[in-house]
């Protein structure tokens, strides 16, 4: 049915069309103006309208070409990573896979190191499938494997090693185009090899930190960005487990009925791992259907195990493992498990919170 709050106001307000007002309005170009009465839709509509579109990435695309880099292009110094940025078609060319986040698949051959380097930009890895990289975040090896989330916050030296005979894939993202379009990076060159070959099963961050429940007294002062550089995924497994185990009980776990979900939080603070970035895992179980949404902000999902479908806008989508998408700002979508469907996502919603500017809708009897 439609909304008369979908459509933008119609502009009552139209001068009549002269010879004088074709001289004011030759004079506000010639002095680099333009004023607001012919504008006003677009710059300010009734609801967002996004340039940036919902795109569905395969990984059975992503990962073949992926390889095909790995064979053509080198990584080192320089181009710094062999990483493969998504595209969203409605931002003009640009990698970015929306208005403020950057999402890329990154392949790093047997044996390659990428060198290190740091940036005010925030990033973090998840591993949905391989092993074997350890990711350097300032001088800390940590080994990345299947499920778990990394992060290399905004300013921390990083650099990746590849230590056994395959290669491995994983996605990358970041803050690159709200950096770009605000114009608040800073990049510096580091090691041109990792500071630290080691190859630890567990961090010195996660020694330090990853004990439930637990704050050491050395670590009393609250950072900004959380001090944890590996989500491990035993734990978000379990956590999520526990959560559909708990409601099968009756007892109050689930976000809604078959919907487990976790945040990965800084445990200074409690709030979001890093200062603009996000990260959730939703598991949904087999049968279960989100009810359909939208909120200001864009987040992009990675389905990490099961079979199943997203809807966004009416259009259903289905999804296998590795299957990446993006939801642009107020794009109705919702999620559909045909068997147990585990997806990670990431969002600009700290940046949106902070800033107020945080609004969701949820249809209800959807
Ligand atoms: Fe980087």
Redesign the pocket.
């Known amino acids: 049915m439609p909304d008369k709050n979908e459509d933008t106001p119609a502009n009552e307000m139209q001068p009549e069309d002269t010879l004088e007002l074709r001289a004011l309005y030759k004079g506000f170009e010639e002095q680099h103006l333009i004023p607001l009465w012919t504008q006003l839709g677009d710059l300010m509509p009734i609801h967002p309208k996004p340039r940036a579109v919902p795109h569905i990435w395969k990984w059975a695309e992503l990962l073949p070409l992926a390889e095909q880099s790995g064979e053509l292009v080198p990584v080192g110094r320089g181009g ?2 062999r990483a493969i940025g998504l595209a969203n078609p409605g931002l003009g060319g640009h990698a970015y896979v929306s208005p403020t986040l950057w999402a890329a698949i990154q392949y790093l051959g047997p044996r390659e190191t990428a060198p290190e ?3 005010a ?1 925030n ?1 973090f890895r998840f591993v949905v499938e391989g092993e074997g990289v350890w990711t350097v975040v300032n001088g800390d090896p940590v080994r990345m494997s299947r499920g778990d989330l990394l992060l ?1 916050p905004g300013w921390h030296f ?1 650099g990746h090693h590849n230590d056994t005979d395959k290669p491995m894939a994983w996605i990358d993202g ?1 803050d690159i185009p709200f950096a770009q379009q605000n114009d608040v990076g800073f990049f510096e060159f580091g090691s041109d090899r990792v500071t630290d070959y080691a190859t630890p099963r567990v961090s010195r961050g996660e020694r330090l930190w990853c004990h439930p429940g637990l704050r050491p007294l050395s670590g009393l002062s609250d950072t900004v960005s959380s001090p944890i550089g590996a989500y491990r995924w035993e734990h978000t497994d379990r956590a999520l487990t526990e959560q559909l185990l708990l409601e099968e009980e009756g007892q109050p776990a689930t976000v809604e009925q078959g919907h487990a979900a976790i945040r990965y939080v800084n445990p200074t603070t409690g709030g979001d791992v890093m200062s603009t970035i996000r990260c959730e895992f939703h598991r949904l179980r087999a049968g279960t259907q989100t009810p359909t949404r939208r909120e200001v902000g864009s987040s992009v999902f990675q389905v990490f195990e099961g079979e199943g479908a997203v809807v966004i806008d009416g259009v259903r989508h289905k999804l296998n493992i590795g299957d990446l998408f993006v939801i642009p700002s107020w794009v109705r979508w919702s999620l559909q498990a045909e068997t147990q469907f585990d997806l990670f996502c990431f969002s600009d919603a700290p940046i949106m919170e902070r800033l107020n500017f945080a609004r969701t809708h949820v249809e209800v009897g959807d």
């Open positions: 710094e990573r380097h740091r940036h930009q990033a290399t990083h970041l």
